[in-house]
């Protein structure tokens, strides 16, 4: 699937919930990497989501404090390395529309250090703009709605 499918989803998320499409950009910069116009030429290019998080210049080292549930799977249990990924841009996108401060989704103390302590906590429900089709990981029931 081409992430130029999933981006405007992203955006419509967030948008819909009072957020920018320069926060939705933010977000995917700080955990892949790229700088914003490498995005947007990666959009533009069609680029598959296993190339364009292969070719992902810096994957952020506290993306791994990324935590919780999206779609009923526990994002840091998922086994196959593209998904896990996903899940977790999914979980920050999910926080954004819920009205997370900017410095918390991106795992930063106000003053704009990492926070090691960070936690994502809570369920998400309704799953992401990448949708509930994976359940990986042990454990892994669908949720009560």
Known sequence: MPFAKLYPAYVNKAERKGRTREEVD??????????PEDMRRQIELGIDLEAFFAQAPAMHPNRTLVRGVVCGVRVEEVADPLMRELRRLDKLIDELANGRPMEKILRQQAGGSPDGEARAAGTVRGGGAGGCRERTGRGAKPQRR
């Not at 933010?26 to 700088?35: F, H, K, M, S, V």
């Open 26 to 35: 933010r977000i995917i910069c700080w955990l892949t990497g790229y700088a």
